[in-house]
């Protein structure tokens, strides 16, 4: 159920726009359109290759002289010039991994995953885990004598917990 919810927010498939655990990505770009490239899925933990495909079709690597990065994006050098590219589709390629690493920021890591995305994931990990531990049929359940039991209608229950789940996640969310 965690790997599911985790799923369901985590990365390029899910709907946070950010990357929680460790992964390898990569961004294709058609064209030279800035000197920064924002990149999708933060926090970056490194940049693994840029490159490009020049006029005649062969792949080029750009110098890491040439760009520097910080957590969310990488910045191409001011001397750098864009050079003509292949008329392909997307022939501007960088590869990075990212995620929260667990390693501390001051010692050049991106952190362990925020507690608010943690919390968030339990709450709804416990929402899947009441749904298959009552009667979505009955809102009552009632034996005289021995006491009445009162289940949360799950539809109701279901909006509460997504709502708590997107105020816990909002501060960190990326619109790709």
């Given at each position: 159920?965690?790997?599911?919810?985790?799923?369901?927010?985590?990365?390029p498939?899910?709907?946070?726009?950010?990357?929680?655990?460790?992964?390898?990505?990569?961004?294709?770009?058609?064209?030279?359109?800035?000197?920064?490239?924002?990149?999708?899925?933060?926090?970056?933990?490194?940049?693994?290759?840029?490159?490009?495909?020049?006029?005649?079709?062969?792949?080029?690597?750009?110098?890491?002289?040439?760009?520097?990065?910080?957590?969310?994006?990488?910045?191409?050098?001011?001397?750098?010039?864009?050079?003509?590219?292949?008329?392909?589709?997307?022939?501007?390629?960088?590869?990075?991994?990212?995620?929260?690493?667990?390693?501390?920021?001051?010692?050049?890591?991106?952190?362990?995953?925020?507690?608010?995305?943690?919390?968030?994931?339990?709450?709804?990990?416990?929402?899947?885990?009441?749904?298959?531990a009552?009667?979505?049929?009955?809102?009552?359940?009632?034996?005289?004598?021995?006491?009445?039991?009162?289940?949360?209608?799950?539809d109701?229950?279901?909006?509460?917990?997504?709502?708590?789940?997107?105020?816990?996640?909002?501060?960190?969310?990326?619109?790709?």
């Amino acid at each position: 159920m965690i790997a599911a919810v985790t799923a369901e927010i985590d990365g390029p498939d899910g709907w946070l726009g950010r990357a929680l655990g460790p992964q390898t990505l990569e961004l294709s770009l058609p064209c030279w359109t800035y000197d920064f490239l924002p990149l999708p899925f933060p926090p970056l933990i490194e940049v693994t290759g840029l490159t490009y495909l020049d006029v005649d079709g062969v792949e080029q690597t750009l110098d890491t002289a040439d760009w520097s990065n910080d957590s969310e994006s990488v910045w191409l050098s001011r001397k750098w010039r864009f050079p003509a590219l292949a008329k392909q589709p997307d022939p501007i390629r960088l590869r990075y991994r990212a995620g929260y690493n667990g390693v501390a920021v001051k010692d050049g890591g991106t952190g362990p995953v925020p507690a608010q995305v943690k919390q968030a994931i339990i709450l709804s990990v416990q929402h899947i885990q009441s749904l298959g531990a009552q009667n979505l049929f009955i809102r009552a359940d009632e034996v005289d004598g021995i006491g009445r039991r009162e289940y949360t209608v799950s539809d109701q229950a279901g909006a509460v917990i997504r709502k708590a789940s997107e105020r816990l996640l909002s501060g960190l969310r990326r619109y790709v």
